[in-house]
């Protein structure tokens, strides 16, 4: 099997999910953010990884001058188009308008969930799986309000 890179060194690419330590980028705790989505890095090196994986090294100088290895499936040209997100997973959003599920209101306006998944299609706009109580909800992204600190700080 022959593997061929979607993208050449030195090229641009963004990365298209967060990316986080999985305990093999030195100085940061497992689980840290290294990269946040939507980042426009340059490829420095392709690499195989298990013989069926390509691997970028992609230099992210806005995020931190991070070098980060990305899978092929993490990363799009940085040309492609791109709608960037307002929330990301763990934010607490509140409904704009009432939400419905087959014509019956399922949450008011106002109610407040956790963001629990980022759902991104090409060139479309952005939902969110949201959980408002004991319910998920495919909510997008033009019916959420972020939630405002107790604190009134932004």
């Known amino acids: ?3 061929e890179p979607r993208f ?3 090229q641009a690419v963004r990365v298209i999910r967060n990316l986080r330590n999985d305990g093999t980028y030195p100085g940061q705790p497992t689980g840290a953010l290294l990269v946040r989505r939507g980042s426009v890095g340059y490829v420095g090196h392709i690499g195989v990884f298990l013989q069926d994986q390509i691997i970028y090294r992609v230099h992210f100088l806005e995020a931190g001058n991070r070098i980060v290895g990305c899978r092929e499936t993490e990363l799009i040209s940085a040309d492609a188009p791109w709608i960037p997100n307002r929330f990301e997973r763990g934010d607490r959003v509140t409904a704009r308008l009432g939400l419905a599920v087959g014509g019956t209101v399922v949450g008011a306006a106002g109610a ?3 963001v629990i998944a980022v759902i991104r299609e090409p060139e479309t706009a952005t939902h969110y799986h949201v959980l408002f109580g004991d319910r998920v909800l495919r909510v997008p992204e033009s019916a959420l309000d972020g939630v405002r600190p107790l604190d009134g700080s932004d």
């Open 1 to 3: 099997m022959i593997l």
């Open 8 to 10: 050449a060194c030195d």
């Open 112 to 114: 407040v969930g956790e």
